[in-house]
């Protein structure tokens, strides 16, 4: 069984995550229940971590599902969850809204190997009274590396450089 029966994360600022916790439900009151995998159809949403799990009869753990907007409006998809049983689907909803902050994803880019790509991110402080920090920057790919200005680009292309030898 599995609760909420959909997720519904309704509207999130583009660029922010917010994580609902999906539970799964052993019903069954003998037999161990092993939860192998969960995938979306859909990039915006995605497990925020996962390992494969084994659920005691009558027992339960929890997932924690992340929707990560990259546009504005509505977004659905569709969560596998995949176990001993059988696959499972449950729908998930959400809804793009405007970043306070004028954030937007870098969606897209092809860049060839060893080649490079410059892009200037730009946030709004929606509060003149308190001071923007940004803490993290990040990227899923293997092999991108991102540098803040200010950043040695002769530092940044020789980690990428033994980077190229090393792979």
């Known amino acids: 069984a599995f609760r909420p029966p959909l997720l519904q994360f309704g509207r999130q600022a583009v660029c922010q995550p917010r994580s609902l916790t999906l539970e799964v439900t052993n019903t069954d009151a003998h037999a161990d229940l092993l939860v192998l995998d969960l995938a979306t159809d859909n990039s915006q949403f995605y497990p925020g971590s996962f390992l494969q799990t084994s ?11 992340v929707f990560l907007p990259r546009e504005e409006g509505p977004v659905e998809g569709t969560l596998l969850v995949q176990t001993s049983v059988g696959g499972f689907l449950v729908q998930v909803h959400g809804e793009g809204g405007p970043s306070p902050f004028g954030a937007k994803p870098l969606l897209g880019l092809r860049v060839p190997a060893f080649g490079s790509q410059r892009h200037s991110l730009q946030l709004r402080n929606p509060s003149p009274d308190d001071l923007l920090e ?13 540098l803040l200005p200010g950043a040695d680009r002769d530092q940044g292309q020789a980690a990428a450089d033994r980077r190229g030898r090393a792979g």
């Not at 659920?55 to 599902?65: C, L, M, S, T, Y």
């Not at 803490?135 to 293997?142: Q, T, W």
């Open 134 to 146: 940004v803490k993290e920057v990040f990227s899923k790919g293997d092999g991108v590396q991102l």
């Open 55 to 65: 659920v005691p009869p009558r027992g339960a753990v929890a997932f924690p599902i």
